[in-house]
């Protein structure tokens, strides 16, 4: 199947620091991405969906200005952590579909576990 | 709300049995389900789509059902072993761009 390759796996960062995370489609392009956000033992959270060359769609209570996303080109969407806090600690995971995201499978990002310090 | 509920209690099994997970959905309709395995600290990987004018799905091991009168959809792996412990996550989707995901239920699988 496709792949989806997410960077860092892992990040430890100070309070008040800014985190960045990539998401990138290895072998095909990605119209399309999403970012998720997962708390232990919890489903996961939709943030926001990515749109190439387009504003970044947000989820009800996810605030843009904090959670920036960037998606310029078919094959790469970063999401950068501003300001981060304690509270912004989580695994945050990115997702992209070759076609329609609805009825085909979505490839997954290993994932990033953010900690904030 | 709309909602994809799974067990939250591990499932544990002997190798060798068939392994039955339930997901069930509540204000809504989904268009599809879909099951993943997540392993700690990884992304989610595909298993399985089922529409909902599909009353089952098989690959392999693995099979799942779709019950739209008991908004329901059961996983099973059959013939379980150690190596399918994980956490097994059920989605579905409208046919917009949105997936609603359920918690997931942890599968215990012993030698």
């Known amino acids: 199947g496709a792949v989806v390759s997410q960077h860092p796996s892992r990040v430890i960062c100070k309070s008040g620091t800014s985190v960045k995370i990539e998401c990138r489609s290895l072998d095909f392009q990605a119209t399309t991405m999403f970012w998720y956000r997962q708390f232990p033992k919890k489903s996961l959270m939709l943030m926001a969906t990515s749109n190439e060359g387009s504003k970044a769609t947000y989820e009800q209570g996810v605030e843009k200005d904090k959670f920036l996303i960037n998606h310029a080109s078919l094959t790469l969407s970063t999401l950068t952590v501003t300001s981060a806090h304690p509270e912004d600690s989580s695994f945050y995971i990115c997702?992209?579909?070759?076609?329609?995201?609805?009825?085909?499978?979505?490839?997954f990002g290993q994932g990033t576990r953010l900690t904030v310090v | 709300s709309q909602k994809i509920e799974q067990n939250s209690e591990a499932l544990n099994i002997q190798e060798g049995k068939t392994a039955t997970l339930t997901c069930n959905y509540t204000?809504?309709?989904?268009?599809?389900l879909q099951w993943y395995r997540q392993d700690p600290g990884r992304g989610p990987v595909f298993l399985l789509l089922?529409?909902?004018?599909?009353k089952e799905k098989r690959k392999e091991r693995l099979k799942v059902t779709f019950d739209t009168t008991l908004k329901q959809s059961l996983f099973h792996i059959t013939a379980s072993q150690p190596a399918d412990s994980a956490t097994y996550l059920c989605?579905?989707?409208?046919?917009?761009?949105?997936?609603?995901f359920g918690a997931g239920t942890r599968l215990f699988v012993k030698a």
């Open positions: 997702s992209a579909s070759e076609g329609n995201p609805t009825s085909t499978e979505a490839f």
């Open positions: 204000n809504y309709s989904p268009a599809y």
């Open positions: 089922i529409r909902e004018n599909e």
């Open positions: 989605a579905g989707n409208t046919g917009g761009f949105k997936t609603i």
